[in-house]
């Protein structure tokens, strides 16, 4: 009976631990005037449906376009397969509706970008140099 | 595009059809292997451009351009579809090119032009597809003014960029090729927006209102044809209302929508042989449509019920001016998809289609088996050849032709031998994409 308990509380304790995932960091321009985004606007930024933050803060988004950190970033916060976002970017670009975000090949390329542009928001991999960028915590 | 020449026409038996498709595709084959052989060697070389974002910076603004090129081979048992000679083998092709640019943090400007070949359809003539400035004020309110595609459904505004869905064809009960040009954009304004909750998802609307381009070489107009009816150079005058509302639910990946919309058309002519001057203007015209789409993982699923109810007056173009005849007609289509991705490049899908047509008063009687309803069931495995390149394979098994005024694909232009209550089709297609 003992063995069963223990047996029990062990699986229940492995099946609710969240599967391991890259750590990454969203990090924005400094006239960002936040310090934190909800989850929800920062869909909103990456599907093009917020051009601004709450405070007023007008931001556009920046991409990897690909890698472990922008799959886990566009799973994690956009609801959506790295397949399902860029088809979904092109519905807007072929409606004329909205334009192609920014998408840069590595972590210092749009820590780079996020630095020089207004209003920029973006995310790289967790081990990656944010020097002249803010950090966004994500709630 | 050349006609293919399949041999002689076989029953529409099954073995005859796998036959039939076989050689019909085999023909179809020799002809579309090379324009493949030659899209493979241009667009190779263009791989990295394709892959990368193509854009030029004008004094300080960056101006995005996009675009694409699809073609397609479609073999059909007896009847002829879509205003091609499908029941011999037929290629297709659709293109665009868009340019846009960010004028000021609110104003965005652009442009698109399209281009289509299915037969009679399109004939290879260059539409402006849209273009249109968009003003967002804020996240809630935005602004359009110009010629913009229509939000109605869930692809009328997307319809002709296939590498965007699953399926070779869209659902035909619901997004009709040969009638894309009735619904598919209107010159005018939308009022817009998006209204986000933390607990309610997101709402976002758009309110519409415009005018309806003519379109010569469009279905409306062949169903016209079809009923003995002669247009005047005018062409059809057409305007529309509406408003599109989908919810972003707070379950994830699924959405739900609503659109509904008003339109008004009318022509005048002459109706078979007789000259007396006819005019036509709808009395009411209104479509009203509900769908939704959900998203878990690889899998993706969509439904859409569309409802189309027409009334309208001929009326005699004399002293007057007596009303000949009131024709009507009740539409209710629907569709429901899924669609699984096996693997990063492939993905696999079926849908099935219903349409079905009440005539009311009609112009020309219609008789026969078939000819109050189309129902499709389909099949297609979609591969991602590349990130800007797609193949899909895709077949139809379809029952019922519809009404000839009604268009929705079979026209008795095309089928003068009368029209057969099932046809088989086979679609490839290939879209390359920018």
Same mark, same amino acid.
């Given at each position: 009976m003992k063995l069963a308990q223990t047996f029990l509380s062990a699986l229940i304790f492995v099946t609710a631990s969240p599967a391991p995932v890259s750590a990454i960091k969203v990090i924005a321009h400094t006239s960002v005037n936040v310090s934190q985004v909800s989850r929800d606007d920062l869909k909103g930024v990456f599907l093009e449906t917020r051009t601004s933050l709450p405070d007023g803060s007008r931001v556009e988004p920046v991409l990897l376009k690909s890698g472990e950190a922008h799959d886990t970033f566009v799973k994690q916060y956009t609801g959506k397969t790295t397949a399902g976002l860029e088809s979904y970017y092109r519905s807007l670009v072929f409606t004329g509706k909205g334009a192609m975000p920014k998408m840069l090949n590595s972590d210092a390329e749009v820590v780079a970008y996020v630095k020089r542009t207004r209003g920029a &928001?973006?995310? =790289?991999?967790?081990?990656?140099?944010?020097?002249?960028?803010? &950090?966004?915590? =994500?709630? | 595009m050349p006609e293919l020449n399949s041999g002689d026409v076989l029953n529409s038996t099954g073995t005859d059809y796998?036959?039939?498709?076989?050689?019909?595709?085999?023909?179809?084959?020799?002809?579309?292997?090379?324009?493949?052989?030659?899209?493979?060697?241009?667009?190779s070389g263009l791989a990295p451009a394709l892959h990368a974002q193509v854009?030029?910076?004008?004094?300080?603004r960056e101006v995005q351009i996009h675009g694409y090129l699809s073609e397609g081979a479609i073999s059909s048992t007896d009847n002829n579809y879509l205003r091609m000679d499908t029941s011999r083998g037929s290629l297709f092709t659709e293109a665009g090119v868009n340019v846009s640019a960010k004028i000021t943090d609110k104003l965005r400007v652009g442009a698109q032009a399209y281009d289509r070949y299915f037969g009679e359809i399109g004939k290879g003539r260059v539409y402006l597809d849209w273009a249109f400035a968009d003003y967002r004020v804020k996240d809630w309110i935005g602004f359009r003014g110009g010629k913009i595609k229509t939000p109605l459904g869930l692809f009328t505004d997307t319809q002709d960029q296939a590498f965007l869905h699953t399926w070779a064809l869209l659902p035909q009960s619901v997004y009709p090729v040969d009638l894309r040009s009735i619904s598919v954009a209107h010159v005018g304004g939308d009022v817009y927006g998006n209204i986000s909750s933390t607990r309610g998802g997101s709402l976002a609307y758009t309110g519409f209102a415009g005018s309806i381009p003519s379109d010569p070489?469009?279905?409306?107009?062949?169903?016209?044809?079809?009923?003995?009816g002669h247009l005047s150079t005018e062409g059809v005058i057409g305007r529309m209302a509406g408003v599109d509302l989908r919810w972003s639910s707070p379950i994830p990946g699924l959405m739900v929508g609503t659109s509904m919309v008003y339109n008004h058309r009318g022509f005048k002519g002459t109706l078979g042989p007789s000259p007396l001057p006819l005019s036509y203007s709808t009395t009411l015209d209104r479509v009203t449509v509900v769908y939704g789409d959900y998203t878990s993982g690889h899998f993706h699923a969509d439904a859409e019920y569309r409802d189309q109810t027409r009334r309208a007056q001929i009326t005699a173009e004399i002293p007057g001016r007596p009303v000949v005849k009131e024709p009507g007609s009740e539409e209710p289509a629907w569709f429901m998809s899924?669609?699984?991705?096996?693997?990063?490049?492939?993905?696999?899908?079926?849908?099935?289609?219903?349409?079905?047509?009440?005539?009311?008063?009609?112009?020309?009687?219609?008789?026969?088996?078939?000819?109050?309803?189309?129902?499709?069931?389909?099949?297609?495995?979609?591969?991602?050849?590349?990130?800007?390149?797609?193949?899909?394979?895709?077949?139809?098994?379809?029952?019922?032709?519809?009404?000839?005024?009604?268009?929705?694909?079979?026209?008795?232009?095309?089928?003068?031998?009368?029209?057969?209550?099932?046809?088989?089709?086979?679609?490839?297609r290939t879209s390359l994409f920018f």
């Amino acid at each position: 009976m003992k063995l069963a308990q223990t047996f029990l509380s062990a699986l229940i304790f492995v099946t609710a631990s969240p599967a391991p995932v890259s750590a990454i960091k969203v990090i924005a321009h400094t006239s960002v005037n936040v310090s934190q985004v909800s989850r929800d606007d920062l869909k909103g930024v990456f599907l093009e449906t917020r051009t601004s933050l709450p405070d007023g803060s007008r931001v556009e988004p920046v991409l990897l376009k690909s890698g472990e950190a922008h799959d886990t970033f566009v799973k994690q916060y956009t609801g959506k397969t790295t397949a399902g976002l860029e088809s979904y970017y092109r519905s807007l670009v072929f409606t004329g509706k909205g334009a192609m975000p920014k998408m840069l090949n590595s972590d210092a390329e749009v820590v780079a970008y996020v630095k020089r542009t207004r209003g920029a &928001i973006g995310y =790289v991999s967790d081990g990656a140099s944010t020097d002249g960028v803010k &950090i966004l915590d =994500v709630k | 595009m050349p006609e293919l020449n399949s041999g002689d026409v076989l029953n529409s038996t099954g073995t005859d059809y796998v036959t039939k498709i076989d050689w019909g595709m085999a023909t179809a084959t020799r002809q579309l292997v090379p324009a493949i052989a030659t899209a493979l060697v241009v667009f190779s070389g263009l791989a990295p451009a394709l892959h990368a974002q193509v854009s030029v910076t004008v004094g300080d603004r960056e101006v995005q351009i996009h675009g694409y090129l699809s073609e397609g081979a479609i073999s059909s048992t007896d009847n002829n579809y879509l205003r091609m000679d499908t029941s011999r083998g037929s290629l297709f092709t659709e293109a665009g090119v868009n340019v846009s640019a960010k004028i000021t943090d609110k104003l965005r400007v652009g442009a698109q032009a399209y281009d289509r070949y299915f037969g009679e359809i399109g004939k290879g003539r260059v539409y402006l597809d849209w273009a249109f400035a968009d003003y967002r004020v804020k996240d809630w309110i935005g602004f359009r003014g110009g010629k913009i595609k229509t939000p109605l459904g869930l692809f009328t505004d997307t319809q002709d960029q296939a590498f965007l869905h699953t399926w070779a064809l869209l659902p035909q009960s619901v997004y009709p090729v040969d009638l894309r040009s009735i619904s598919v954009a209107h010159v005018g304004g939308d009022v817009y927006g998006n209204i986000s909750s933390t607990r309610g998802g997101s709402l976002a609307y758009t309110g519409f209102a415009g005018s309806i381009p003519s379109d010569p070489h469009g279905g409306y107009l062949f169903g016209i044809q079809a009923q003995g009816g002669h247009l005047s150079t005018e062409g059809v005058i057409g305007r529309m209302a509406g408003v599109d509302l989908r919810w972003s639910s707070p379950i994830p990946g699924l959405m739900v929508g609503t659109s509904m919309v008003y339109n008004h058309r009318g022509f005048k002519g002459t109706l078979g042989p007789s000259p007396l001057p006819l005019s036509y203007s709808t009395t009411l015209d209104r479509v009203t449509v509900v769908y939704g789409d959900y998203t878990s993982g690889h899998f993706h699923a969509d439904a859409e019920y569309r409802d189309q109810t027409r009334r309208a007056q001929i009326t005699a173009e004399i002293p007057g001016r007596p009303v000949v005849k009131e024709p009507g007609s009740e539409e209710p289509a629907w569709f429901m998809s899924g669609a699984y991705r096996l693997s990063k490049r492939v993905e696999a899908g079926s849908y099935y289609s219903h349409y079905h047509v009440t005539l009311i008063n009609p112009v020309t009687p219609v008789t026969g088996p078939g000819r109050d309803h189309i129902y499709d069931k389909v099949v297609t495995v979609r591969l991602d050849v590349a990130r800007f390149w797609t193949f899909k394979i895709e077949g139809h098994f379809m029952d019922g032709v519809g009404a000839p005024g009604q268009a929705h694909g079979f026209y008795p232009q095309d089928n003068p031998q009368g029209l057969e209550p099932a046809t088989r089709m086979l679609v490839f297609r290939t879209s390359l994409f920018f």
